[in-house]
């Protein structure tokens, strides 16, 4: 068996050399070879495989057509002793190849300047307009995994990722991919391109691209992908990657001008060569722990990933667009969105924000509207997970795809979702219903409150929500005391809530919670003592995200039920582990409720709710008038639902909303020592209440600043709502994977604001 250096001598009368081996992706052994002389060489050593020598014999025409034709320097092959481009070598069982070495730095040595960038999008256009009419059969046989065209058989590799967290992103990504991009590959242009122009690739001459080596991962693909994965390793630790990436655009566009389609496309390009990377150096981590050089760009390919969801598609490509020349669109105004949207819809149905913002995409913990901008989502509790989550979007496509009916059919959806659930709750709680809404939840709980008890008589809590039925008005004081209400009817008694901030009986009192209950029931007996059922949220959300004092449900519970009465515990918006401390409200009370009702989070933005209740309950609804929902606990819904369950466990969201949510929370409490209109912090996880007030001694709300607060973090892209009676609390309830860098975000806009 020859060494290398015996063969440079026997194939290619080369004597002395001294050699140097390059770092290589495991395909082949890459040497520096020095002459005496002084000529410097790339001796490239391949192990025979089916169709490499017609690919090598590809490569090679490529590179004489770019030395012939573009002006930059390209690794020239060279004959061997019998005037050959490739060397057989130990009876065929190897190839090689020597080509010439081309000096200067790479892209990643040298610093990187506005000019710089200019030069790579020049030399990009120009080589690949030199290949546009190059074809040949070799490789366009080729199928690459860094082939973006193929991209999707990476997503296999994901599991190779530890972290849940980001694995979700690429999962993400790769469902963007699905449904973005793939529809289009067909209708985009193909060429012979290099595929791989990446920042140690690129040689770098007096601050300008002088040429390029390693065309090993040449392929035939879509133009776009070309100026895709250029982009992507150029902007691979940039604070502001749009704009540089635009540099290259830009300077390309004017060689080779794209088309509207491909650069529609460009971001999620850009984050498939990123996910593509990460997965694949997730794989060779584990495979080839010893070869740092296939993971050399996995840490910048993670943080570019992680601030690429932070920016908006929409900004991006607008962007992309001026940068290749395109005209700017012009979007139809706000105005006559608003104007569309009020000769459809009631007035009745209110719009957020005295700017109303027109969405178009969401991902996580982020929102991006018609203009571009991105905003992080510090408000919306219904999209429990993250918005569009792929492991729920994808079991609900999966399963519409395959079955959806309704409950009169037996389907195992249905029982494995309704098992996995009802295990989240304590004994006896052991039956469930499904519906559409917590409003048809709340609605249907009193139903089956009315049918166990034969009695009537509702006690709510002032300012309490349950729902939008004329069941759920009814018992809701924050909907009947507010404007438009009807007033409280003669069936419901309302007890006052139980506010440690203004109440008669304070936070620092232990017995608030017995005080305010002994007042429930003093009235309970007030107006009869018989008593159907008595409904509460853990938090109360319209009374401004007041959490109920310890003991207060305790000593309720046992006073309702000694009535005869039965306990509901509305888990609307408290419900899977938003508090953080417990995966359910009523278990930061120690009690468990007879009747629990479910809605918002449980499918992620999906509409599907359910009422929990125990045996007894269910036997006493079961007296032959039928229960059924058309869509409740449909296949489609029960999927989702499971899949929410899955993602809440497997990426710890639970105990993600307890550390997060008590640093949010001790973060917005350093602000009453600084700012006086700071009056109150209170909840736990991520349901969180800040309360302003004119003056921190007299309580006077200060709804003004709250709405000025609210609209100005909306400006500033961070969204966040308002409630209670004065309107005067900002809440806290984000998707459950806020991190603390999200809360930092927060805190600071917030006082900035102030």
Known sequence: MKNTLEILRDHYGIENANLQQL??????LNYLVSTSQGQKFVFKQYKTK???????????????????HVPYAFPEPQRNLNGEFITNIEHGKKLGRLLTFIKGRFLSEVNHSTRLFHSIGSFLAEMDQALTSFRHPAIEARQLDWDLQHCLDNQRLAIYIEELQRRKLVDYFFLQFRETVLPEIRSLRKSTIHADVNDWNLIVRKGQVAGII???????????????????YAILGKQEPIKWACYIIEEYTKVLPLEDKEVALLYYLIAARLCTSVCISAYNKKQYPDNKHLTVSEKPAWDMLERWITISPIQATKNFRHAAGFQKRVYSPLQKSLNDRMKHISKSLSITYSRPIRMVKAAFQYMYDAGGRTYLDARNNIPHVGHCHPKVVQAGQRQMATLNTNTRYLYDQLNDYSSKLLAKFPKPLSKVFFVNSGSAASDLAIRLAYTHTGRRKILVVEHGYHGNTKTGIEISPYKYEGKGGQGQVSHVVKAPIPDTYRGKYKQNSKEAGKQYANEAIELLNANGGDIAAFICEPVIGGG???????????????AIRTRGGVCISDEVQTGFGRLGGSFWGFQTQNVVPDIVVLGKPMGNGHPIAAVVTTDEVTQSFENGMEFFSSYGGNPVSCAIGLAVLEVIEEERLQENALVVGNYLKQKLSLLTEEHTEVGDIRGTGFFLGIELVKNQNTFEPHTELAQRLKNQLKENGILVGTDGPYENVIKIKPPMCFTQNNAQQLVDELERCL
């Open 544 to 558: 401004g995200q007041v959490p109920l004092p310890s003991g207060y449900l305790k000593e309720m519970y046992g």
């Open 23 to 28: 770092d290589s992706d495991g395909r082949k």
């Open 50 to 68: 089916l169709g490499l020598q017609e690919y090598l014999d590809a490569e090679n025409q490529i590179l004489q057509l770019l030395t012939k």
């Open 214 to 232: 390693d065309f090993s991962d040449v392929v035939y693909s879509p133009l776009i992908n070309e100026l895709a994965v250029t982009v992507t």
